[in-house]
């Protein structure tokens, strides 16, 4: 309590610097984007949580023999690692970006010539390179891995291997959102248990099966309004502009729309 | 005298009802000044300034020439700022080497092989290169606030703003710390905070004194060390004149205060001359 206390009246005094008002340079990002990538893949949280994915979904692998069977293991395979790493984005995003403030290095970055942003930006950009990228590996070699067999190229669906990044990116996005605006380690936690155990999870849809054309293009466009929308409200923290409110307005406007025009009628 | 690098010019600071600094005024110009006084003094706060990571609430203070107040400018000094704040926080799960480079990304070093050249250039400063692939969680406290000074030094910055630095170091560490700081070029400005008077006898060219949030002293150690003049005597035992009074190895009490006549006066140290300072400003205010 006397450390979140403390840590709390860090951060206040903390904001109250005189930050640069200059935007982070994009090689500056790109440099951040490759050592967060890298931390965030090794991260306890994030292999935990894949290893629990695998072990949630270990009961389906070894069901099917036979012709196929292989391919059809190794899918269930793959839908375990994407479901740990859905629950691991948020998780190890989180906690990348509260690093700063939990470390007690408020104070010495704010003394240096990036400002805030840059870190925000950083840890945006690890989650694209090293959580959607792996996502995007694991989704594309599964779409390929079962367009190759008769038996299994039925199940395999371009639109799960696009939809399975862009989740991860929004749920990474949703981490580094609640890092910023509740500063505490309890929060990404505390976001997943409130997303799995309430209704949340069905209002809010991350992976569609629909076979509907329309209904595809409109969750696309969801996850990439929801993506928007954390990612520039996580900016809003560090610095309130009239672009990045309007930018968080209509990104979370347009993922309210699209996510009710995808829902079937009479809902799921 | 060169111009100067650091202008402060009656600065007042309040956090709630404590009063942190009122009325600090001083010039330092390039060189290293030490920055000494008691716990609650103000110095952390005035540091905190010279970093650009606290605004005085009055006051006017400028760093290399720029008014931190002005965004633009602002930026102008942090890209030529190195800093060490008095608790310096680490990434623990980083090695030194990932911890310092990290540092150098967001002081603009974007060039891979130039910033990892300069990182192996500060570790090995600071004497951290046999470590640097190591965890910070697995450092000892004397080598992390080595990996603290060594993020400060990278670009070889202009201001150097060291906030209690050779705390927590051994012996042979702060004799490390006090070559590296003295080696720096003479056109750089080294702002030093510390409680170890024997860092500022061997490394300052200027010193300043604070109490109570107010400039107490400000000039050279040689200057600090004479307010002690004809007041340090050996005696066999605790002068009733004495304000402080110790037994040393040999067994004579050094004594410090108002010398009766015919003492065994000794050379003063700056130490001597800072007790003395601060004792007779506590005794003035004891005695209004």
New interface residues.
């Given amino acids: 309590m006397a450390a979140s206390v403390r840590t709390a009246f860090d951060g206040a005094r903390?904001s109250?610097?005189?930050s640069?008002?200059?935007l982070p340079?994009a090689?500056?990002v790109?440099?951040?984007a490759r050592?967060e990538a890298r931390?965030m893949l090794r991260h306890p949280a994030f292999l935990l949580t894949v290893a629990f994915g695998l072990l949630l979904l270990r009961g389906m692998v070894g069901v099917r023999a036979g012709e196929g069977g292989l391919m059809i293991n190794l899918v269930w395979l793959v839908a375990g690692v994407a479901v740990g790493s859905l629950i691991g984005a948020v998780l190890t995003a989180n906690v990348a970006a509260l690093?700063a403030r939990r470390?007690?290095?408020l104070?010495?970055?704010?003394?240096?010539?990036?400002p805030a942003e840059?870190?925000t930006a950083g840890v945006l950009a690890g989650v694209v390179v090293g959580l959607g990228g792996l996502a995007a590996v694991v989704g594309g070699l599964a779409w390929v891995g079962l367009e190759r067999f008769d038996d299994t190229s039925t199940a395999a669906d371009l639109f799960l291997a696009v939809q399975y990044p862009l989740s991860v990116l929004a749920l990474g996005a949703l981490g580094v959102a609640v890092a910023r605006w509740i500063p505490s380690v309890l929060g990404g936690p505390l976001v997943v248990i409130a997303h799995v155990f309430t209704g949340i999870i069905w209002v809010l849809p991350w992976i569609a099966t629909t076979d509907s054309d329309i209904a595809r293009a409109w969750h696309l466009a969801y996850l990439l309004a929801v993506i928007a929308g954390f990612a520039g409200l996580a900016f809003l923290r560090d610095r309130r502009t009239v672009l990045r409110v309007l930018v968080v307005v209509g990104a979370f406007a347009l993922a309210v729309v699209a996510a009710v025009q995808q829902t079937p009628p009479g809902g799921y | 005298m060169t111009a100067p690098t650091i202008e402060i010019d009656d600065i007042h600071k309040r956090f709630g009802h404590t009063t942190a600094l009122r009325g600090v005024a001083f010039d330092v110009s390039a060189g290293i000044t030490g920055l000494l006084g008691p716990n609650g003094a103000g110095k952390t706060t005035l540091l905190r300034m010279m970093a650009t990571v606290l605004a005085p609430d009055d006051g006017r203070l400028r760093l290399l020439g720029w008014d931190p107040h002005a965004a633009d400018e602002r930026l102008a000094i942090r890209r030529r700022l190195g800093y060490m704040p008095q608790e310096p926080g680490f990434h623990r799960s980083f090695t030194a080497f990932e911890f310092v480079d990290y540092v150098a990304i967001l002081k603009e070093m974007t060039d891979r092989r130039a910033r990892h050249d300069e990182v192996r250039r500060v570790l090995d400063a600071v004497g951290l290169e046999s470590v640097s692939g190591r965890k910070i969680k697995a450092l000892s406290g004397g080598m992390r606030r080595r990996v603290a000074l060594a993020q400060a030094l990278l670009g070889d910055p202009d201001l150097l703003v060291l906030d209690e630095p050779t705390a927590g170091l051994d012996p042979e560490q702060r004799l490390r710390f006090r070559e590296l700081v003295s080696d720096r070029t003479a056109d750089r400005t080294v702002m030093l905070s510390t409680h170890q008077t024997e860092d500022v006898a061997a490394l300052c060219q200027r010193v300043v004194v604070m109490l109570d949030g107010q400039v107490l002293f400000e000039g050279t150690p040689g200057e600090l060390t004479d307010v002690a003049e004809g007041r340090v005597w050996l005696a066999d035992a605790r002068a009733p004149s004495a304000r402080l009074s110790w037994r040393t190895a040999s067994g004579a009490h050094r004594n410090i205060g108002e010398a009766p006549a015919g003492a065994d006066l000794v050379a003063p140290t700056l130490e001597d001359g800072y007790l003395l300072l601060v004792g007779d400003r506590a005794f003035a205010e004891e005695a209004a």
Avoid: M, T, W, Y
Avoid at chain 1, 107 to 114: N, Y
């Fill in positions: 903390a109250a610097v005189p640069s008002r200059s340079q090689r500056v790109a440099a951040l050592i931390k690093r470390d007690h290095l104070e010495l970055f704010g003394s240096l010539p990036s840059a870190r």
